[in-house]
Every structure is written in structure tokens, then in C-alpha cells.
């Protein structure tokens, strides 16, 4: 639940729940198969509880693509529209987009839509988990979903059934990660991995699980000699050899110093990054770090430019490790596995060269700092479990493999075309779709949670109107 937790609706607070690994966290860490450290939400309101609040569309020949243009009127009743200088639309260049914390510095998340829903018509079961989809198939050579077996918060085990009718259907909503490993749990996906769980085929379906892509981030932290205001990421260059540029910054991204360590975004890590490679031994680590404890908030002035893989070609496959949903399943995204991502990488890096040394950012450069010394500092910091390469100059491809990262924008497992229809319902079952980002081969737009919104919305309207429909018939 996020409301009352002021580590997820305060700006200020930003990284806590991410670097928070106590099982009552709403954030949950995952490492992928490539040693790159991640997380998934579970809370209320998924990962806008815990994201840094960028706000911008899609780009229009993506939703014409996946044909979301059809329903206009879908589109329009969203109401998500160009305010005050600002542009939701996506285009190449450079653009200032909305964010979904308001200028007080409170998060808005998408739990906040509940509130436009009829309460009559709806129950939250906030403690709930879901075990696995039950399955009738009543002779039929389509097996039709007829409800749930859920957990609750204390482990009991409960069972909710659709009624009968041929409107009702079940909706997964578990995100990336989640979804395909509902459906694989439920005896949807390859019959021979399923079975090696012990668990029963209701439908050998191979694509579950397949086309994992992860959008690759980079990040250079770097250090300012003047005090910067907090502020997470709204500037985004989109250029036009397939690259985002974008940057967040403050004296901290959290709160305490316990949330300095969740990754490239963390200050500690970034100020790390400018101790030189060859004088970080162990003892002189723990030094820094008693000292950095000590500091006062201004010894972390600076921010990062990140650069991030618009539609990546590599991809990779997830897996059950075991039949405990809460546990994580494994997942390998196969980062820079395809030459084009990895040469894309190596020009942002390459453009985050040229803004940190362009006169307009440099009273915001330490002058004495070299870019190539920040290279060298972030090649070794601790941000993820790849081994470093540390003899000396690197190059950027090498520097790109060794520093990579997460943005949290990881999609597929569930694809229109391949697992579920352009309806979103199921391949081969009835009653039963997915709608999220498991379901995008691309992940659209700098940022993509307005699009998941969308997503929602759209869908909601079109299954509402298709149920009017067939009522008057």
C-alpha cells in the first residue's frame, strides 16, 4: 500500500524502497542471469510507487503499430495532453516531459485511478497472492480459466471462482516478470520445463517465457562544485542513432544514507567513482565509506547522465527456478549480445562526453575531473556483479559490457502474436488475458509507465464497450 509511506510518495525519498531488501519491502531485488542487480514492485500501484516519476508518451507510430489508434475515443478520454510548455509527445531532440510527482514533491501514483472506479463494482485484496489459474475444460478442446487460488497475508489458502457467463474472464496484471511466471505456475508454457516442476500441462505454449529484453543503461556520475536541487528524471535527448540521454540530480537521490546503495543512481556510488582505481583497496573502501556516513549532504552535490538503449535487438528467456511464486524466477536479458546495441551504447557515451565538456554544463563541472577520469571511476564502481576490467584505458565498448545496468524498463514474456492475441486474451484459452508490459516487444517512449497506463485504460474501455455491445445483441 503506498499511501502513508513517505519513502515511496516523498521525492526526496527516492531509492529507499529500492535499496530496502527486508521482505516487507515494495520493492523486490532481483540479480538477472547476466549479474545485473534489478528489482520488481509489489505494492499497490507497481512500479510507479517506485520509479523516478517520468511522464511521457509513446511514440505515434508505435501505437499505430499496435493498434491503439483505432479506439480514439479510448485515447482521448485518458486526457493525457501537452500543459504548459511541456510536451508528452515523443520526437527526436531534446524535450523536458511530465513527471508524476506534483511541486510539492508528492508522488502520484497509478493506485491513485482507483479512485475514478466504482466501489460498488470493485474489491482490492491487498494482502492477496496469487498461487495459480484454475482451469475446466468441460470436454472441450479449449481450456477455459474459472478462477484463482490465492494466499493471504497469513498463508491461508483461498479460492475465488468467475460466474458463469460467458463475460467473465480473468485478467493478469503481474508485469513482466510476474505474468509469464503465473502462467507457467497455472501449466501454461513449455510443456518439458513445466514438467520438470511437476507441474500439469494445460497448454504446451513455447513462446512463454521468450523474447526477456531489458533497455541496457549506462550512467557516468558526476560530481558538481555547486549545490544542485533534487530532481529526477524529466530532460531526456532522444537522438536519432537510437539512444536516450537523460539525467537525474541532487545533493542525494534518498533520504538516509542507508538508501545510498541501490545501484549507479546511488551518490555513494558515484562519489566512489571518483576515488582512482588503483587506490581502491578494501581497507581504503571502508574508510570512504565511514566517511562518507559522516559527511554532510553537500559532499554528494552531482548527478548522473545516463544513456539508455531505445529498443533493444537482444533478448533472452525466463525461467521457473521453483513453484513458490513469491520467489523470483530466472531471467536472462543477453545484454549487448547483438553488435547494433552495443555500437548504439558506445555513441550515447560518446554524446555524454560532449555535454559534460559544452561550456552550458560547465559550472556544473568540476574542472580538474576529466571525462575520461569519470570513465575510469565508474568502470570499477560496484554497480553491478560483471567482472572489471581495470589495466589501464578501456575502451567504450568495453566500458558499455562492464558498467551496464537497469532502468527498470524490462518487457516481453508475454507477446501479442505469440502468447496472447491483439485482444490480449490468451492463445489457445478462453476467459483469460494479460495485459502489461509483458506483453510490449518494445518498450515505448523514453519512459514507459504512462504507456502501461494507457494500456489499462484503453483495453478497460474496449472489454467494457465489446460487454455493452453483446448485451444489446
Not at 125 to 152: C, Y
Not at 259 to 273: C, F, N, V
Not at 406 to 423: A, E, K, M, Q
Amino acid at each position: 500500500m503506498p499511501y502513508g509511506n513517505p519513502n515511496i510518495i516523498n521525492i526526496a525519498a527516492f531509492g529507499i524502497p529500492l535499496a530496502d531488501v527486508s521482505p516487507s519491502s515494495p520493492s523486490q531485488r532481483f540479480i538477472s542471469e547476466d549479474g545485473v542487480i534489478n528489482a520488481r514492485a509489489r505494492v499497490l500501484g507497481g512500479g510507479s510507487c517506485l520509479n523516478a516519476g517520468f511522464y511521457t508518451r509513446a511514440a505515434p507510430e508505435y501505437v499505430s503499430v499496435v493498434g491503439w489508434d483505432a479506439v480514439r475515443e479510448g485515447l482521448l478520454e485518458v486526457g493525457v495532453l501537452p500543459y504548459n510548455g511541456f510536451t508528452y509527445d515523443h520526437f527526436n531532440g531534446s524535450k523536458i516531459g511530465g513527471t508524476i510527482f506534483d511541486q510539492d514533491g508528492k508522488r502520484h501514483t497509478a493506485a491513485d485511478l482507483l479512485e475514478y472506479a466504482n466501489p460498488s463494482l470493485l474489491t482490492v485484496l491487498l494482502h492477496a497472492t496469487v498461487q495459480n489459474i484454475l482451469f475446466s475444460t468441460n470436454g472441450t478442446s479449449r481450456p477455459m480459466a474459472q478462477g484463482v487460488v490465492f494466499k493471504d497475508a497469513n498463508g491461508t489458502e483461498h479460492r475465488a471462482y468467475l460466474i458463469s457467463g460467458s463475460k467473465n474472464e480473468i485478467i493478469i496484471s503481474a508485469g513482466a516478470l510476474g505474468s509469464p511466471q503465473l502462467l507457467m505456475l497455472s501449466g501454461i508454457g513449455p510443456a518439458d520445463h513445466l514438467k520438470s516442476h511437476n507441474i500439469s500441462v494445460i497448454l504446451d505454449q513455447p513462446s512463454v517465457g521468450q523474447s526477456m529484453k531489458d533497455n541496457p543503461m549506462n550512467a557516468i556520475f558526476v560530481p558538481s562544485p555547486l549545490p544542485v536541487e533534487v530532481s529526477l528524471i524529466q530532460v531526456v535527448g532522444i537522438t536519432k542513432f537510437g539512444s536516450y540521454i537523460e539525467a537525474a540530480c541532487g545533493a542525494q537521490f534518498a533520504a538516509t544514507p542507508s538508501s545510498r546503495d541501490y545501484g549507479i543512481l546511488s551518490p555513494r556510488i558515484g562519489q566512489l567513482s571518483t576515488v582512482p582505481p588503483k587506490q581502491r583497496t578494501p581497507e581504503a573502501i571502508a574508510k570512504a565509506i565511514e566517511r562518507m556516513s559522516k559527511l554532510e549532504e553537500s559532499a554528494f552535490r552531482g548527478g548522473v547522465i545516463i544513456e539508455k538503449i531505445m529498443g533493444p535487438i537482444s533478448s533472452g528467456h525466463l525461467e521457473l527456478v521453483d513453484t513458490n511464486i513469491n520467489n523470483n524466477p530466472s531471467v536472462t536479458f543477453n545484454y549487448f549480445q547483438d553488435p547494433l546495441d552495443l555500437q548504439r551504447c558506445v555513441d550515447g557515451i560518446r554524446l555524454i562526453g560532449d555535454v559534460i565538456e559544452s561550456r552550458s554544463f560547465s559550472k556544473f563541472r568540476t574542472s580538474d575531473i576529466t571525462f575520461q577520469r569519470l570513465l575510469n571511476g565508474t568502470e570499477t564502481a560496484p554497480v553491478n556483479l560483471l567482472p572489471k576490467h581495470t589495466n589501464g584505458r578501456i575502451s567504450l565498448e568495453q566500458f558499455c559490457k562492464d558498467t551496464v545496468t537497469t532502468i527498470w524498463h524490462f518487457h516481453g514474456g508475454c507477446l501479442v502474436g505469440s502468447v496472447v492475441d491483439h485482444d490480449y486474451k490468451v492463445i489457445g484459452i478462453d476467459a483469460l488475458r494479460v495485459i502489461d508490459g509483458s506483453t510490449f516487444d518494445y518498450s515505448p517512449g523514453t519512459n514507459r509507465q504512462v504507456t502501461v497506463m494507457m494500456l489499462g485504460r484503453y483495453m478497460g474501455l474496449k472489454i467494457h464497450r465489446e460487454r455493452s455491445d453483446n448485451s444489446t445483441a
